[in-house]
């Protein structure tokens, strides 16, 4: 007998429909899967908590910037048209010159003047020589300051956004929402890997005092940009 | 109204006073309050330390004992927690289903005292006067067991000549915990000892509230330390008035 | 400073209230337990107060742990399908031991000489190090205060914060010391600085590297760690195998059931709205992360909870440490006293059950039954009840026992429960308590010293003296007015 047969085993014991009386929830009907269970969860399971947010765009983007500003990021909000001026004056003023990016990053965010390494195949050693790292992300969520990747190839493999010590991200304000809840009814499906970042790295591990930048990138900066094709919807 | 008091067994034996206190208070309030002298314990310091068939049995001759009995006070908020929140669990485990039915039927009917005073007899001016500074400590089954929030409060700020003092950490354990006071000693003493600390800078003249448990193990403290505060079961302040102040003990 | 690592092994670790004695006279560590306490207590009271549906996600979060525990077989087995598919490799640990000869065996199939790893209380649990270490593999611990811990050879006190018991210049003292760093300062920026230099090579070269899992997702078979540091990401995505280990309990079904979790979590552990850094990911992903993974999943006794209504609520358990930083008796004694690597009040009813009720048995009667622990607990386990309910367990186990005949505490309960069994009974025992307590009792009324249990009372609060008459005679002799 394997492990693996008694533990489920001894769980069935317990569990299974010969338990009676043992009492569990009423969610023991949850259905014994073979298949696919309901992406959007069990149908009986208590969900009064808040899903939707109620802010406006202006003021979810203001709670957005407020927040990463809490933590020390660097936040600047151009339109579309002023982005790619905008990125080159980011990096201009990091006073840095050697920037890791994604494969799939567009053309015009690389800012002439700068070393650019692009992430084909680079080695872990080649990262870790950039100076920086800029790249898209999938979302952000307002209310916890979040930026969340999902490492497609604007946004980088994991350790791209890792090892360099300054990381700028552009993120559109189409791209932003309100509640955690709304950024997963955004997955249409589940990510294969996701980042989820609230503030450059920390540590209270001395004393209850707040270090920042253990690892992981110890200066985080942010563009918000306005797309052009959204602003119809800036009044909601 | 008519009500019965069911004193517990420690005010009973270590503080008739507050047994006192709590017929005096309630017959100036219009009960028609009576005693059942068959009474003795509620059996939470026998389920609190892991004697269950022990506390089955103290807990079976409750019920039977008010079974009939209208409505029911209790000056001890420790001992309301182990009948709302234990006495179910020891029915259905060790007792029968008859038990657990009259168990049902007379839970609704029994009342903390401060409970009974805003809740049942609807007053929080109980036309008390105590010309004191005293605060208030929070014990915890009152406080997370019976979710009393804001009742003592109500009842305190109705008190004429009364000056109440804020508690730091009001809500923080004082460490009694019953038998966790001799079994664990120390720490319950470590408990203790900050707990004194938050008390004692209130410069209060007494510390109240709810369950002499906690007031036992303060008061015991402050005894020991020649601290200048006592302490004194709220039904105690509740029960002053000028004609009849505080009644004086050791 | 000659220093003895604490025992957290509760085969073999003092009773609580031996262990807590000596600690209790430890007043740096009192201090630096009630100031770290204090801190996150109060960011998470902060937070929460803000959050309008704080209680409705508390229970949404347990009603998700409560149907993972009543079907925690069919998740099980659907995480090692969708986690086997992504190119993960599952297995089953039925104890601890199983658990440390699997990962050992990777890790030598691996030829690894070193290993790095991410704070996990559960290869704490396992004793795995040392079994690391026998193999002659070292382990290399990444999270701060997990390097604290292991460079100063101590033990976490904490699910959280592991070195919470341990101040600034004694950071320093280890670090100077086994970083060769004699100029040190206790600064916590430079001291963290020292630990970023030091841990960086490390990242960069061992390939091999242990952690454990918050969540482990079912419908896709992906994992997910919560971290502040970023010690976690480097060693997620930076070796060539990953080795995860995860009790059984942290299956959760859904992707999206972390909308909930990762809400209560990080406002539970660290007073934060969510925490620096979260990773998720499933399997292997080709050009990104190892190209090995293993997730060892472990019972080590979770399924003998599982099988009892009322302590199955224990492995609701999100491990946030919220109840620590609440309790009261915690914030006096710190972790070790619990003589396990979980303390508190969830290590007071995790710790007897994993012990399957054979050791620890002084761990239930570690609490004053407040319910603070109850009140902040994001998924709603009822502790006191819990506590309550391995204390009769104990009981029963030892009732029987011989040497529990004469034990006063035992003897006292049998006599009580005799006495309160009639009031009759009840008023001879009043009046003999009265008269035998009049030895004691001072001019002044009162009692300053008593004998046996009694002066456990007495050894620092006095006690007032049985009053002459008790209520009961009082009521019976008073002049009856019409009623």
């Known amino acids: 007998m394997t492990s693996r047969s008694q533990i489920l085993d001894r769980i069935r014991a317990v569990t299974g429909p010969a338990s009676k009386g043992t009492g569990f929830s009423p969610y023991k009907t949850s259905p014994r899967i073979s298949g696919a269970l309901a992406p959007e969860g069990h149908p009986d399971l208590p969900r ?56 799939g990053l567009p053309a015009s965010w690389l800012a002439p003047g700068f070393d650019w390494k692009l992430d084909n195949d680079l080695s872990h050693e080649q990262i870790e020589h950039c100076d920086g790292v800029v790249t898209a992300a999938f979302a952000a969520i307002a209310d916890s300051g979040t930026i969340v990747l999902h490492h497609s190839d604007r946004e980088g493999r994991r350790i791209l956004t890792l090892l360099p010590d300054w990381y700028l991200c552009i993120l559109r304000v189409g791209q932003i929402v309100e509640t955690l809840p709304e950024y997963f009814d955004r997955c249409s499906q589940p990510p294969a890997l996701a980042t989820y970042i609230s503030g450059p790295s920390a540590t209270a591990d001395i004393e209850m005092t707040r270090i920042k930048g253990v690892h992981g990138p110890r200066f985080l900066n942010v563009i918000v940009v306005h797309d052009e094709a959204q602003s119809s919807f800036e009044n909601n | 109204m008519r009500a019965s008091l069911f004193v517990t067994c420690y005010n009973d034996t270590l503080y008739p006073e507050t047994g006192r206190a709590v017929v005096r208070l309630l017959q100036r309030l219009g009960v028609a309050l009576d005693f059942n002298p068959g009474q003795t314990c509620c059996g939470q310091m026998h389920a609190n330390t892991g004697f269950r068939a022990e506390a089955f049995s103290q807990a079976k001759r409750l019920v039977r004992l008010y079974q009939d009995t209208e409505t029911v006070v209790i000056p001890s908020s420790s001992c309301v927690a182990m009948i ?60 997370r067991g019976l979710h009393l929030g804001d009742r003592p409060f109500r009842l305190l700020s109705k008190v004429r000549g009364l000056e109440l003092v804020p508690l730091q950490n009001l809500d923080r354990c004082c460490g009694f915990g019953g038998t966790f006071s001799i079994k664990n000693a120390e720490v319950s003493s470590a408990m203790l000892s900050a707990k004194l600390g938050d008390i004692l800078d209130t410069r209060a003249e007494y510390c109240t509230a709810l369950d002499n448990s906690c007031l036992m193990h303060l008061g015991g403290a402050m005894h020991r330390e020649f601290a200048a505060m006592r302490t004194v079961h709220l039904a105690q302040i509740l029960a002053s008035t000028e004609a009849s102040p505080l009644e004086e003990t050791a | 400073m000659t220093h003895v690592a604490p025992n957290l092994d509760p085969r073999t670790a003092a009773t609580f209230p031996q262990a807590a004695l000596p600690i209790l006279r430890n007043t740096q560590l009192r201090k630096n337990v009630a100031h770290a306490t204090d801190v996150i207590q109060a960011k998470r009271a902060k937070l929460v107060a803000e959050k309008a549906d704080w209680q409705a996600l508390r229970t949404a979060a347990a009603a998700i742990k409560d149907d993972v525990l009543a079907n925690l077989d069919a998740y099980l087995e659907q995480f090692e399908d969708r986690c086997t598919a992504a190119g993960g490799t ?64 101590d033990e976490p006190s904490h699910i959280v914060a ?16 086994c970083m060769g760093l004699p100029d040190l300062t206790d600064d916590p920026q430079i001291l963290t600085a020292a630990a970023r230099t030091y841990l960086r090579k490390q ?21 997910a760690i919560v971290e502040s540091e970023g010690n976690g990401r480097m060693c997620l995505t930076l070796p060539r195998t990953l080795v995860a280990l995860a009790g059984i309990e942290k299956v959760l079904p859904r992707f999206r059931d972390l909308e909930v979790m990762l809400q209560v979590l990080a406002r539970s552990a660290t007073g934060e709205r969510m925490n620096p850094y979260t990773s998720l990911w499933t399997g292997v992903t080709p050009g990104d992360g190892p190209e090995r993974f293993h997730v060892v999943l472990l019972d080590n006794g979770r399924s003998a909870i ?57 761990l239930p009667y570690a609490s004053s039954l407040c319910a603070a622990c109850y009140e902040v607990c994001p998924v709603k386990i009822n502790i ?100």
């Open chain 3, 90 to 153: 599952v297995h089953w640990a039925a104890d601890a031991s199983e658990a440390r000869r699997i990962i050992v065996d990777i890790l030598r199939e691996e030829q690894a000489s070193e290993v790095i790893k991410i704070k996990t209380m559960t290869s704490a649990e396992i004793q795995l190090n040392p079994a690391i270490e026998a193999a002659g593999i070292h382990a290399i611990e990444t999270d701060l205060a997990e390097l604290i811990l292991q460079l100063g050879e």
């Open chain 3, 306 to 362: 599982l099988g009892r209504k009322v302590e199955r609520q224990t492995l609701r358990c999100i491990r946030c440490a919220a109840c620590q930083n609440t309790c009261p008796v915690y914030r006096q004694t710190g972790g070790h006293a619990y003589g396990s690597v979980y303390g508190g009040p969830i290590g007071a009813i995790l710790t007897p059950q994993l012990m399957q009720m054979q050791h620890a048995q002084s």
């Open chain 3, 203 to 223: 990242f960069l070269s061992v390939p091999t590297a242990i952690s454990g899992a918050n969540f482990l997702i079912a419908e896709t078979g992906s994992v």
């Open chain 1, 48 to 103: 009064t908590y808040i899903r939707n947010g109620s802010l406006t765009t202006s003021a979810r983007i203001a709670l957005l910037i407020e927040r990463l500003r809490e933590y020390d990021a660097d936040v600047t909000v151009c339109t579309a048209t002023d982005l790619d001026a905008c990125i080159a004056h980011r990096l201009r003023a990091s006073g840095r010159l050697t920037f890791a990016a994604p494969p």
């Open chain 2, 84 to 143: 709302r929140d234990q006495y179910h669990g020891l029915f259905e485990e060790l007792g029968n289903e008859e038990l657990r039915r009259q168990f049902a039927a007379l839970l609704p009917r029994i009342y903390e005292l401060s409970e009974f005073l805003i809740d049942k007899l609807g007053v929080e001016d109980v036309g008390a006067y105590f010309p004191h500074r005293v605060t208030y400590h929070a014990s915890c089954h009152g406080l």
């Open chain 3, 162 to 177: 592991p070195a919470l018991h341990v101040n600034r210049s004694q950071v320093r003292e280890i670090f100077a010391r």
């Open chain 3, 384 to 483: 006191p009840e819990v506590l309550i309910e391995l204390r009769a367990q104990v009981v029963d186990q030892e009732r029987n026992h011989g040497a529990r005949i004469f034990d006063p505490m035992y003897l006292g309960m049998r006599i009580a429960n005799f006495l309160f069994a009639s009031a009759g009974r009840f008023r001879f025992a009043q009046r003999l308590g009265r008269i035998g307590l009049r030895f004691f009792t001072g001019k002044d009324g009162w009692i300053h010293s008593l004998p046996s249990l009694g002066a456990r009372w007495t050894m620092t609060r006095d006690l007032r003296g049985l009053p002459d008459q008790t209520f009961r005679d009082w009521w019976a002799k008073r002049p009856k007015e019409g009623q």
